[in-house]
């Protein structure tokens, strides 16, 4: 089917405003995983989900970030009182399973905080 | 937690000669190195992987070599073509963690093949 799908593709925001990002990942994949990528970095991890529940979130940077994948395929990241350092590209992958290796990234949302 | 260091971190080549890029990591325990490409302002793309039971995986022009005694892990790209132009980031995966797909990844490469 199709590949992994985020939205807002480009979201602009003021400073202390809240942000959702959206990501849709390929369908039957269980794990679900959400990276950080600024300008000329390589991805950070943030958090990772199998299923609904988030296995690993010891990447989010403090608690202004939260992620929920309530039915254990969209996924929504979530980020409170943005500040100008969250600017980045947020890019979401999904993989068939935790064991099988392989990323499938979406095209990431880039977010600047002004 | 692992670190993963990545040089060089530009390399130009003439099409058609071989490039290397070279990775170090910190933590003894990883198990999964991956390698991805990412073309500008595209999707990081999966080219080659190996697994610490291997020192060695072969796909056509790309290479991949592991040597878990001395962390390092490096790329090879033969036969080098414009489309190979991009960034390359190497990774390693997060021994502690529950999956392959937690992963530390290298700053990156910007590969640059000159025709």
């Known amino acids: 089917g199709a590949g992994v799908s985020q939205t807002p593709s480009n979201k602009v925001t003021e400073k202390g405003k809240y942000v959702e990002l959206r990501c849709d990942p390929i369908?039957?994949?269980?794990?679900l995983y959400w990276y950080r990528q600024s300008l000329g970095q390589g991805p950070e991890f943030l958090i990772y989900?199998?299923?609904?529940?988030?296995?690993?979130d010891s990447g989010l940077p403090n608690d202004r970030f939260f992620a929920v994948r309530p039915e254990g395929s969209v996924s929504t990241l979530k980020i409170q009182r943005t500040e100008r350092g969250d600017s980045a590209v947020y890019l979401c992958?999904?993989?068939?399973?935790?064991?099988?290796?392989?990323?499938?990234f979406g095209e990431g949302s880039r977010l600047t905080v002004l | 937690g692992e670190n993963v260091e990545q040089h060089p971190s530009t390399l130009s080549v003439q099409e058609g000669d071989s490039a290397v890029i070279k990775c170090t990591y910190s933590?003894?325990?990883?198990?999964?190195f991956p390698w991805y490409k990412q073309e500008l302002g595209k999707r990081p793309q999966l080219i080659i992987d190996?697994?610490?039971?291997?020192g060695e995986k072969k796909d056509q022009r790309i290479a991949v070599t592991l040597n878990k005694t001395a962390k390092h892990f490096s790329l090879h790209i033969t036969e080098t073509q414009p489309e190979d132009s991009a960034v390359y980031f190497c990774?390693?995966?997060?021994?502690?963690?529950?999956?392959?797909?937690?992963?530390?990844f290298g700053q990156g490469t910007i590969l640059t093949v000159h025709p």
């Open positions: 933590d003894s325990a990883s198990n999964y």
């Open positions: 369908s039957g994949h269980t794990a």
């Open positions: 190996i697994r610490s039971n291997v």
């Open positions: 992958a999904s993989s068939p399973s935790p064991s099988s290796g392989e990323l499938f």
């Open positions: 989900f199998q299923g609904t529940g988030a296995a690993d």
């Open positions: 990774a390693a995966n997060d021994a502690g963690g529950t999956s392959y797909g937690k992963l530390t």
